[in-house]
């Protein structure tokens, strides 16, 4: 169905704006929410441009990119942002990758 990376959501600092994309609008609005909250904070702190986005095996990964002229972008913060934020929202990371591969990829998922 989908071929390459397909991006889950984002947030802009030089925009100020925030991006989800309507393909994932059966996701609970208060995952949404949560979704919305997480980037917004993340390029309010450190600056830049943060995706979410699904790799083509269902891995949801962060891409954090910045302009080339933008001193202010906190390359050092980023990384430890995104770690933290792998830790502290594992639950939630690994529901949204579960969600795209059973939902988009149509895979079978056995029960444990």
């Not at 979410?52 to 095996?57: G, N, R, S």
């Amino acid at each position: 169905m989908y071929q390459e990376k397909i991006v889950l959501c984002g947030a802009s600092s030089y925009e100020e704006k925030y991006y989800f994309n309507e393909d994932f609008s059966a996701l609970p609005e208060e995952i949404q929410k949560e979704l919305k909250i997480l980037c917004v904070l993340f390029v309010s702190e450190v600056g830049g441009i943060l995706t979410l986005e699904f790799e083509e095996d269902g891995t949801l990964c962060f891409q954090v990119s910045s302009q080339e002229n933008d001193f202010f972008f906190d390359e050092i913060g980023s990384g430890l942002r995104i770690k933290r934020l792998q830790r502290e929202k594992q639950e939630l990371l690994a529901s949204l990758e579960l969600f795209y591969k059973v939902f988009f990829l149509n895979e079978e998922i056995e029960d444990a």
